[in-house]
T-cell receptor
Framework: AQSVTQLGSHVSVSEGALVLLRCNYS??????LFWYVQYPNQGLQLLLK??????LVKGINGFEAEFKKSETSFHLTKPSAHMSDAAEYFC??????????????FGAGTRLAVHP | DVKVTQSSRYLVKRTGEKVFLECVQD?????MFWYRQDPGLGLRLIYF???????EKGDIPEGYSVSREKKERFSLILESASTNQTSMYLC??????????????FGSGTRLTVV
């Protein structure tokens, strides 16, 4: 089955440390890949996306992700965590759907905690 | 910027009530979607629409219906609310795949509690 897997439902880092949130997908076709962030009691905000072209994608707030086709991965990183990065992060992939349509499939989410 | 507006942030309804969740987008997007979000399950697609008066079932359509009479508005209907429909509901819209700015834009969500 086509799916998105986020490894680790909770990740905790120290302020200033590297942030690494893992995402693997399964797809029979070249995917479009996304990372969204959700702050408490808010909707989802797009961090970055990969559609075609350069496999290293830079997003907002200093985040970046690299599409690795051979590993079917799209891990999210940030060199130095800030307290304001504490939120829930969702990896998502556009997959073909019935009737020739596409749909956005989400991973279960990773809650990032940043401690002083 | 694309704006997706959900009419209510919080709703409390009684079991058996008919519930309408409204979503409006202002960027003339063809595609609109309803998701529900539950802890540990991420977001799951309920219904989507690729055109006015057109709808397609997502992964969990049972107990829900939708209406899209105008391009900018996509309504989610709970015909007879049940406690297992207590959740956060998120609406999204997008331009067609292949568009330069392709991606989904989400509303702020409606947290529905059914008692």
């Amino acid at each position: 089955a086509q799916s998105v897997t986020q490894l680790g439902s909770h990740v905790s880092v120290s302020e200033g440390a590297l942030v690494l949130l893992r995402c693997n997908y399964s797809s029979s076709v070249p995917p479009y890949l996304f990372w969204y962030v959700q702050y408490p009691n808010q909707g989802l905000q797009l961090l970055l996306k990969y559609t075609t072209g350069a496999t290293l994608v830079k997003g907002i707030n200093g985040f970046e992700a690299e599409f690795k086709k051979s590993e079917t991965s799209f891990h999210l990183t940030k060199p130095s965590a800030h307290m304001s990065d504490a939120a829930e992060y969702f990896c998502a992939v556009i997959l073909p759907f019935s009737g020739g349509y596409n749909k956005l499939i989400f991973g279960a989410g990773t809650r990032l905690a940043v401690h002083p | 910027d694309v704006k997706v507006t959900q009419s209510s942030r919080y709703l409390v309804k009684r079991t058996g009530e008919k519930v309408f969740l409204e979503c409006v987008q202002d960027m003339d997007h063809e595609n609109m979607f309803w998701y529900r979000q539950d802890p540990g399950l991420g977001l799951r697609l309920i219904y989507f629409s690729y055109d006015v008066k057109m709808k397609e079932k997502g992964d969990i359509p049972e107990g829900y219906s939708v209406s899209r009479e105008k391009k900018e508005r996509f309504s989610l209907i709970l015909e007879s609310a049940s406690t297992n429909q207590t959740s956060m509901y998120l609406c999204a819209s997008s331009p067609p795949p292949g568009s330069a700015n392709y991606g989904y834009t989400f509303g702020s969500g409606t947290r529905l509690t059914v008692v």
